[in-house]
């Protein structure tokens, strides 16, 4: 898609960090939005930041683990703009632990809802329509560099971003195979400075409860290190922006991590065993 002015784009999440970022940035491309976020302080914030920008953008409150959530996501949009062009399934949760535990099931269950149910739901509910409007459409896929080397601690998280990136590429080649129109990407960055260490802010009651009261994850100190000397938000909305315009699927922001890939691979076919490596 080269030409997005005038064009709508969906974005879950996308009221705080890199869905706010590609808010700004699509919408400087002159496109329509609707942002989508269960957080409606920063949701209303966001939309009022952009209409003063001029952009025509609304916000809907919405939790990417519910399909009829998202399918009124999908009627809503349609009621506002029209046809959806750009879909970011972008919303996203962060949490971290030891797989031999037992007693977080419900935290995994949350991320894997959100994180890739939340994607599932946006490519089944919004593609036909994205298709069938034949006007050309894009589908970003918000994975991780979680979803290419598998950190230790990180269990539910690594399982989730390596299920949007399955379903990213199974997408891609599917699109292209039925001559949809349709372009697809997947974000996989490393680190990026937003707000995803504080993740339990939208913590299920479920979840909550197997919490042993505020106290922090076994690895959220080393995870908002890390995250605070990330990549500015700015930087990756630049790049999803560029590969919806050159219809570019992979979309890696980090060059330093692009060697967790390839020793990944290379590990592979020569058998060689895993060791406790992230991807920075
Ligand atoms: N920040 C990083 O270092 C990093 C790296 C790789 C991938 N990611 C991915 O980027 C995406 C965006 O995260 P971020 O880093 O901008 O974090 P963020 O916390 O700043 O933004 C995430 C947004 O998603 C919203 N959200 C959470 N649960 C939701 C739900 N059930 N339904 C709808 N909205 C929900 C939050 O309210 C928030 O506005 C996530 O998918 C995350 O996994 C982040």
Redesign the pocket.
């Known amino acids: 898609m080269d030409d997005l002015s005038g064009k709508t784009a969906v974005i ?10 590609m808010a700004r940035r699509f919408g400087a491309a002159g496109m329509n939005l609707v942002l ?4 409606d302080g ?2 209303d914030a966001a939309v009022e930041e952009l209409s003063a920008a001029g952009v025509e953008v609304c916000g809907m409150h ?5 399909l009829a959530a998202i399918q009124e996501l999908e009627t809503f949009s349609r009621e506002q703009f029209g046809n959806v062009h750009v879909l970011c399934n ?5 949490s971290g632990g030891l797989i031999a535990r037992s007693d977080d099931i419900e935290q995994w269950r949350w991320v894997i ?3 890739l149910w ?1 994607v599932i739901y946006g490519c089944k509910v919004f593609l036909p329509a994205m298709i069938e409007h034949g006007e050309g459409a894009h589908v970003i896929n ?5 979803g290419h080397a598998s950190a230790p601690m990180m269990g539910a ?1 690594n399982v989730s ?1 390596y299920g949007v990136v399955a379903l990213s590429e199974t997408l891609v080649k599917e699109m292209q195979m039925t001559q949809s129109g349709v372009g697809v990407s997947v ?10 260490g ?2 339990r ?2 913590m299920p009651d479920e979840a909550r409860a197997e919490l042993d009261g505020d106290q922090p994850s076994e690895v959220q100190s080393a995870i908002d290190q ?2 605070a000397a ?1 990549i500015p ?1 700015a930087d990756v909305a630049e790049a999803v922006h560029d590969a919806v315009v050159d219809n570019q699927f992979w979309i890696l922001t980090h060059e330093e991590a692009k060697p967790a890939i390839t020793d990944r691979a290379r590990q592979i076919v020569e058998g060689i065993n895993p060791t406790p490596t992230g991807f920075v």
Do not use: H, W
Request: with cysteine; aromatic share 4%.
């Open positions: 879950t999440g996308g009221a705080s960090g890199i869905g706010l970022a989508a976020d269960v957080e920063p949701l919405c939790d990417v683990s519910d972008n919303a996203g949760v962060g809802d959100v994180n939340g918000t994975a991780s560099m979680a998280y971003k974000l996989c960055p490393a680190f990026v400075q937003t707000a995803i504080s993740s802010r939208n890390m995250i990330g938000p």
